[in-house]
């Protein structure tokens, strides 16, 4: 309300009754003060304390610092309640002194009832009052501008006559003068450097990530290969068809059609080229001057064919251009007779040359004796036989040198250069040889040799394999070799035997298990020697000997050349040698009788076995004749017989690699070609007038086509086809005697023919296309 | 009975190498030669007729294949097809 000395009060009738100050009764609206003695409240507080109606002014009563309080009926209720306190002395003199005297007023009326607030005062100016600091100086004098320094005055005076004077200005560079004017500039402060001794600095570590992608061809995976066998029925399911019906019919409906197309094959070939077919018949015609053999390579050693005819000529079966040559001395007419005793100064030896090392021969077999023939076996090539001038056959097996012989061509290179020095050096010593240099050939001695006693009285002249099949046993029985390798030998002799040889299974099984280092053989250190062979050694002894005995006679044949019959394979050329001479064996005179042996064609019974052969002999005679043999004996009984053409001794006997029954032989001045069967004579005989024929060789691929050398060196070819009553070719090979004639095909277009003379040298021959091509129809 | 003697009368003539009988599946069911060779020739030859039947057939839907014959340089194969069977002679025709 404003006024803080005025409280009011609500006097209850009670309290009205105490301080007699009833309403209307004691206070009316004139009379509204009363006078209440401060005792008298106290004392009213303490008897009716809190319902007291001055309870809550009770502090302010006591607080009073009168005697008596003012309580004033407020009729209007203007402060709230009927009565009100007024708690200050001034306030109650105001209200006490002023209401009597405002009362006429209406302003004083307003005024006593804001009696408390504001009292009229005259106005009065305020009246200074000293300055109450509180504070405001210090900021005062703090923000207030003062000179620290006292201002420098200057008073700078001119003479008065100078102003106002025209001048002139000019310009002034400021930097020409010096010292016109003064810079600071700004320099690095050496004293003053700030030194960063310990730096913060955050350090992240962030993995390198780099996105890379690969692809990587993924192929699904696919059959490589697939297996399968073929659908067949079973043979319930055959039976079942065959005897179907549908069978039936198909066939009746089918056959006819085949036979109609069978038929016009059999009349006639729709395809025959006739224009192409001409062409053939006119190139074989012409082409005269074409037909010669061309020298391809001849051979000689200085050293162990020197002076000494060359007495057979085989070529390798199987290795390109390897040829062996087996050497004998070349003997005069007395020294035949003596033959069989004769010393050997000179170690003989069967050489092998090769075409790729023309001086030096790549292998060397030791003989005991002159060779006279020898043969590779055609089932196995590395085995060799041969048969002596003794009487000897010998074998050898030369499986360890085979590489060797393989690889001739590559070693000749190497060797060339030395060869010559060493050929010369070793002349005095006969039996030396290096292993890996290969100067000097390797020499292989002998794996068996037959026993003396048991061989020919005189020398082997002649020797062949014989044909698988059927095999001669001990008792004369043939059978069946079931194993392809060819076992048996069959040697003849002018002493008037047939032997045959029989070379076990096992040698030759054990011979390709052989290892295959070079052994140095030396021959006066027999130490070497494989132990395996041993015991072959001089007791190797024939199977069968055949006495060849003419049945009223008596008397000896004595087989120079035999030819057997061929079941199957290759063909053998049967070894054409030099021939005993002219000379005749005055002892051995007596007709002789021909064998020719043939291997029968069944091979299941041995029984039915017939042997026949030819022989050619020594005086010039063809005896054809079967062999059978007698259980008990060793000796054959034979039918035979013969045919005496020649002049002198057979020096070749071959059959024809294409009819295997057309034999030629060759002997003296003539030669004949003979066919089995026909009884009569020879179906061809022909006889050239100048010089001797000494040796032969039907060509190998064309049917009428033969090569026969002779004493003068010359060989003919004969070509029956174009001309049959001379040669069609002759050509001179070389001036001495031809000793001895192989042909071999090496490939299809190299064909080659070796031919050896009497001086120790071999011609090799490349027999030209028209000659080996055979026609058509030959 | 008669199967057996066509069919030897078929072989009889000369330079018949082979004869063999195959079934529509390609399955021999007489034969003349080796299991191996038989097999390897009816496998090929079915095929080679089959094409060529289908060839006529569709060159001319009316036409159907009688006889096929195959010439090689060193011998004549001749096929005789039917509706089940197949008759297959491998005859050498001599020059």
Known sequence: IGHPEIFPLVFTTKTQEIFNCRVLEDVTEENCFKLIKKEDIIQDLKTRAAISDFHPVKKVVLEYPGEELLVVFDANFQYGQNFYLVASEEAKENLLKPPETTEDKDEEKEEENGEATMEVHPYKPPVPKPWVSLGSEKEVEEESVKDTVAKIKYRISRERRKFGAPITFTDRNASHAKDSYIECTSYQDKAFSIKMLEKNVGIQMVPKVREASTQTKWSYPKNAATQYFPRQLTNEEREESLSSEKLKEFFTSVHLRMEIALQQNEIMNAFF?????????????????????????????????????????????????????????????????????????????????????????????????????????????????????????????????????????????????????????????????????????????????????????????????????????????????????????????????????????????????????????????????????????????????????????????????????????????????????????????????????????????????????????????????????????????????????????????????????????????????????????????????????????????????????????NIDIWDLLKKTYEPSHFQNISKSMITFISACIASPEQHFLAVSDDLGVLHVLEICQTLHDASRNE | AEVEETLKRIQAHKGVMATMVINAEGIPVRTTLDNSTTVQYAGLLHQLTVKARSTVRDLDPQNDLTFLRIRSKKHEIMIAPDKEYLLIVIQNPCE
């Not at chain 1, 005189?458 to 029985?477: F, M, N, Y």
């Not at chain 1, 070749?652 to 002997?667: A, E, M, N, V």
């Open chain 1, 273 to 713: 080229d006739d224009w192409k077919a001409l062409a053939e018949d006119e190139s074989s015609s012409g082409g005269k001057p074409d037909v010669y053999l061309k020298a391809y390579q001849s051979f000689t050693d200085l050293h162990y064919l020197k002076d000494r005819t060359i007495s057979c000529v085989c070529w390798h079966p199987t290795i390109y251009g390897i040829i062996a040559v087996s050497a004998r001395q070349q003997l005069f007419y007395e020294e035949q007779v003596n033959l069989p005793g004769k010393s050997v100064l000179q170690q003989s030896v069967i050489l092998f040359l090769s075409f790729s090392d023309p001086i030096h021969p790549q292998l060397m077999l030791e003989c005991p004796e002159d060779i006279y023939c020898f043969q590779f076996s055609p089932s196995d090539p590395n085995i060799i036989v041969a048969g002596c001038i003794n009487g000897q056959v010998v074998l050898w097996d030369i499986s360890q040198h085979e590489e060797n012989l393989q690889n001739a061509k590559t070693d000749a290179d190497g060797v060339k250069t030395s060869a010559i020095d060493t050929v010369n050096a070793s002349v005095p010593k006969v039996l030396q040889y290096n292993c890996m240099s290969g100067t000097e050939p390797p020499l292989v001695r002998f794996r068996a040799i037959s026993a003396t006693q048991y061989s020919h009285k005189k020398t082997v002249t002649d020797i062949h394999w014989l044909p698988d099949h059927p095999e001669a046993s001990q008792t004369g029985a043939t059978f069946e070799n079931k194993g392809g390798v060819r076992v048996q030998l069959v040697t003849c002799s002018p002493d008037g035997s047939i032997l045959f040889w029989d070379v076990p299974a096992t040698k030759l099984s054990e011979q390709p298990s052989s290892e295959k280092i070079r052994e140095e053989e030396m021959f006066d250190m027999p130490l070497n020697v494989p132990d395996t062979l041993n015991h072959l050694d001089l007791c190797w002894k024939p199977l069968i000997k055949i006495n060849l005995c003419e049945s009223d006679t008596n008397t000896e044949y004595s087989p120079v050349r035999i030819s057997l019959r061929e079941l199957h394979y290759h063909y053998k050329t049967s070894e054409k040698m030099q021939s005993l001479n002219t000379a005749e064996v005055p002892a051995k005179q007596s007709p002789y009788r021909e064998m020719s042996t043939s291997s029968s064609k069944n091979m299941k019974a041995p029984q039915n076995v017939s042997a026949s052969f030819f022989l050619g002999t020594e005086d010039g005679e063809i005896v054809y004749s079967d062999w059978k043999m007698e259980i008990e004996s060793d000796v054959a009984k034979t039918v035979s017989q013969k045919y005496t053409i020649h002049t002198e001794t057979v020096n070749t006997l071959q059959r024809s690699p294409f009819f295997k029954d057309i034999i030629l032989s060759i002997g003296g001045q003539n030669f004949a070609i003979w066919k089995e069967g026909v009884t009569t004579g020879p179906i061809l005989q022909l006889s050239c007038s100048a010089g001797t024929y000494t040796a032969g060789q039907w060509s190998l691929t064309r049917p009428g086509v033969f090569f026969i050398g002779r004493d003068d060196g």
